[in-house]
């Protein structure tokens, strides 16, 4: 595809659930990056890929939320034990190696 | 650590200019991204300064002053569409080259 796609577009769960998320990237782009969007808020950055491994993870909340990367390419988030707060959008976006990030539309996520 | 201020709102009307400040604390900066969201979309990007002045694309405009830790963005000709969230991001040394941090937005309310 010519962008950033992400699924499921929208994920209504229930407290204590686990969730997956996908990102595809845009083909070819080697950095990707994953972010949290609350209602009216700004972007948290949760965590960063170049390449398949992740060199920065500084931004994931507790250790219920986890990532990876296969082939360089889809990217999957995982919350475990899902709670109230995690509810929001969530972001990914790719790049290559540039200055300029491309957004995917986002998952919003709500628990119940 | 770091941080970015920017106002909560902005209003003008349509064909007016407006100017949205960003002003940042980190070290290692390394340049300030600005990034438009409309409401239920992706952030999609505007522009990059990594030096001192101003980068013209259109009728936007940024400008950044690296020893006031300081840019803006600046909408000229304003419309109806460029009603949205406006974002500026930093990219510093402390936080890996790779990772943005945003600012929590500025809404631009453009009215006829």
């Known amino acids: 595809g010519a962008g950033v796609s992400q699924s499921p577009s929208n994920k209504v769960t229930e407290k204590g659930k686990d969730v997956e998320l996908r990102c595809d990237p845009i083909s070819g782009h080697t950095a990707l990056y994953w972010y949290r969007q609350s209602l009216g808020q700004g972007l948290e950055f949760l965590i960063y890929f170049q390449g398949n491994s992740a060199p920065d993870k500084s931004g994931l909340p507790s250790d219920r939320f986890s990532a990876e990367r296969t082939g360089g390419s889809v990217s999957t988030l995982t919350i475990q034990r899902t709670q109230q707060e995690d509810s929001a959008v969530y972001l990914c976006?790719?790049?290559?190696?540039?200055?300029?990030?491309?957004f995917g539309p986002g998952t919003r996520l709500t628990v119940l | 650590g770091q941080s970015l201020e920017q106002p909560s709102e902005v209003t003008a009307v349509e064909g007016a200019i407006v100017q949205i400040n960003c002003t940042y604390q980190t070290s290692g900066f390394y340049g300030l991204s600005w990034y438009q969201q409309h409401d239920g979309g992706a952030p999609t990007f505007l522009s990059y300064n990594a030096l001192d002045g101003l980068e013209e694309t259109g009728r936007f405009s940024s400008f950044l002053s690296r020893s006031d830790s300081y840019g803006y963005l600046l909408l000229q000709e304003l419309q109806m569409k460029d009603s949205a969230s406006y974002f500026c991001a930093v990219r510093s040394m402390n936080t890996g080259f790779q990772k943005l941090v945003f600012g929590t937005g500025t809404r631009l309310l453009v009215s006829p």
């Open positions: 976006a790719s790049s290559l190696m540039g200055n300029e990030q491309f």
